[in-house]
């Protein structure tokens, strides 16, 4: 089922062109007579149907007549408009009885691609406007497919909360199920598709631990027919799904030549020659590689001004940074035995890693996490560790941002979702516990986003939406440690759509407020009635590079309640009721009030968040109403103590 739209630049509001409708069908007839009937489907209320004679033990394609849909409403990917999807039931009718049905979502949208001359990319447009791609890879479901549809969603919600618009399902995995899809339509996760073969096994690289050489496995799999069958099923399967945007051969390398040749010239063209095909992953048809290596990376911790200043691959399928969850997770599936703190040694560059921490693919942290202080224990290390978690992943979206159209059309991180209890590139963990990676993206990606450069100090905003925003008015103030605050600039700001603007550079400034013990740097875009659009605040490093004043920073206060909004959703207040220092970096968590073990998966509106002196924040955390009756919400951060609330009914 296809439903294209002429090229057209469509917006989320107001009036559309038709869209044109083109629906078939497989029916089979099992029976040892010819059986007639009708194919039907009713689409927002309109009957469409096609007469059909089928011969005995046999199957054809039907192809129903083309129906024109007026002014539909179409899907966006998240942050664009909204997901709209049309219910379509299909059914086969005969002898007046309905002998076959099947009830589907289909939304309406138009994918097209284009050359980036500036970048040297591909870009994508969705009906018709030039999308940004902020993206995360998928690595599987579950080895045995046992994840269920609330799983699902629950994973790609996340994604959504991370405002991300796009899902690569990584190529070492299989074409992901129908369940998948659906959480995608949904939250407005364009998805990347691979088909299986990754460069890990296909014989992309010399590899001694492999039995075959490398032209054996270049021609894996090892039966080519069935692999181009298995293909064209999971096609069918997926190919109605409006959130399916791109098609790939493969991992990192194409797949044997035969395959790819049907896959281009045969399979797609016959089966679904409404998306995207790309041979590879991070194939010079979608990113011109002019920097040498293999056309994605880097994958480990950077300096932050690496991320803006440091040009990488111009659509690139995979660049990451580290992922260690809080206390809490990790000692979930780390034995106590083996809390053992990383110790970087500066002179060689290596880290001491525990084996079960290697095990579970640790990736170090270098001297990121000493500049908060030496760790003293695994809890203190895993808390500065979300300070880095927050500032790795907001830099690297950032980053991408303040270049996009200029060096980039868009990135998928490495990676945002794991298939076991892994220690990498880890925005929530395998029991769907979420950490500051996931916040920092949530800030970073946000659709209205003001930034900064922390190399020549410019304020940015990235505007990722279709509309103007003018009228706004930018404030960027600094806060000591003890909370005293110092308006740098108000100056009024606006900003065309779908693009990175530059506005001025506070880097004199703030390097002398910073120098001694570091400050925070709070920036704000305000409406005409001071509401606030976007915040972002800061924490930067003193001369050193340390945080010494953090190491120090005072008590703060913060007053919270919560209540319940409905049921499944708990609004709290949090409020920095005195005159003095920040309410660092809070993290909130909803919980068994007498366990205090974390209600999972739970979502929250925002987390690790800043309360600035006498500022209100209020968070929205929604979770399964059937989950437990009995919550209380936790409350804790760089300079409060942690405590426990009650929710009042």
Not at 173 to 201: H, N, T
Not at 368 to 384: H, L, R
Not at 415 to 433: F, S
Request: charged letters at 25%.
């Amino acid at each position: 089922m296809w439903l294209p739209l002429f090229r057209v630049f469509c917006q989320p509001e107001g009036a559309q062109q038709p869209a044109i409708v083109q629906v078939s069908a497989e029916v089979e007839n099992a029976t040892g007579a010819a059986v007639s009937g009708t194919l039907q489907y009713n689409l927002d209320g309109k009957l469409v149907s096609q007469p059909v004679t089928l011969k005995a033990n046999s199957k054809q394609e039907v192809k129903l007549a083309d129906y024109s849909l007026k002014n539909p409403k179409l899907w966006w990917p998240n942050g664009y408009g909204p997901q709209n999807l049309y219910k379509l039931n299909l059914q086969f009718v005969a002898g007046g009885k309905v002998s076959d049905q099947k009830n589907i979502e289909v939304g309406v949208r138009q994918i097209t691609t284009e050359w980036n001359s500036k970048t040297e990319s591909r870009q994508v447009n969705v009906n018709g406007q030039k999308v940004f791609i902020k993206g995360g890879n998928w690595i599987i479901s579950d080895q045995m497919l046992r994840f269920s549809d609330v799983r699902y969603d629950a994973e790609v919600r996340f994604h959504r909360d991370m405002n991300l618009n796009l899902i690569r399902v990584w190529g070492g995995a299989l074409i992901e199920r129908p369940e998948f899809y659906e959480a995608c339509d949904k939250y407005g996760m364009l998805v990347f598709q691979d088909m299986w073969g990754s460069g890990d096994c296909n014989g992309r690289w010399i590899d001694p631990m492999k039995a075959d050489d490398q032209w054996t496995r270049r021609k894996y799999p090892d039966d080519h027919d069935l692999y181009l069958k298995s293909v064209a099923d999971q096609v069918k399967l997926v190919r109605n799904f409006p959130s399916l945007a791109i098609w790939c051969g493969g991992n990192e390398i194409t797949p044997p030549e035969d395959i790819f040749a049907a896959l281009r010239d045969t399979i797609m063209p016959k089966l679904d020659n409404t998306r995207w095909f790309i041979p590879y992953s991070n194939s010079e048809e979608m990113s011109r590689n002019v920097q040498g290596g293999n056309g994605d990376g880097p994958y480990g911790i950077q300096s932050l001004t690496t991320f803006w200043d440091h040009q990488t691959y111009p659509f690139n399928s995979e660049v990451g940074s580290v992922g260690v969850s809080d206390y809490e997770s990790l000692k979930r599936f780390i034995p106590a035995e083996n809390m053992v703190v990383p110790e970087f040694d500066a002179s060689t560059g290596k880290t001491k890693t525990d084996p079960v921490w290697e095990y579970h693919k640790y990736i170090g942290y270098d001297g990121f996490v000493d500049k908060y202080g030496k760790a003293k224990n695994v809890e203190d290390f895993a808390t500065k560790a979300q300070l880095v978690n927050y500032d790795q992943y907001r830099a690297l979206m950032e980053g991408f941002s303040s270049h996009m159209w200029d060096w980039y059309t868009g990135t998928i991180i490495w990676k945002t979702q794991n298939p076991w209890t892994a220690m990498r590139g880890q925005m929530y963990d395998y029991y769907l516990d979420p950490n500051a990676c996931l916040y920092g993206l949530h800030n970073g990606s946000e659709p209205l986003h003001i930034m900064y450069n922390q190399t020549d100090g410019m304020v940015m905003v990235a505007n990722n939406t279709f509309k103007t925003h003018s009228n706004m008015l930018l404030v960027a103030k600094t806060y000591d440690m003890d909370g005293k605050e110092k308006v740098l600039t108000k100056v009024f700001a606006d900003v065309t759509p779908t693009t990175t603007k530059r506005y001025l550079s506070l880097k004199h400034e703030i390097e002398k407020e910073a120098k001694d013990k570091g400050v925070f740097l709070c920036l704000q875009l305000l409406k005409s009635d001071k509401e606030v659009i976007s915040e972002n605040i800061y924490w930067l490093p003193d001369a050193n590079g340390d945080f010494s004043g953090l190491q120090k920073m005072p008590k703060g206060t913060l007053g919270a309640s919560a209540k319940y909004l409905k049921n499944g959703k708990v609004e709290v207040t949090l409020t920095n009721e005195g005159d003095g220092a920040l309410a660092f970096f809070n993290r909130l968590s909803l919980v068994n009030a007498e366990t205090k073990q974390r209600i999972l998966p739970a979502f929250y509106s925002d987390n690790y968040v800043t309360v600035l002196p006498g500022q209100t924040k209020k968070v929205v955390i929604d979770h399964n109403p059937g989950a437990d009756k009995n919550l209380a919400v936790t409350i804790g951060g760089w300079n409060i103590a942690e405590r426990t609330i009650s929710i009042d009914k």
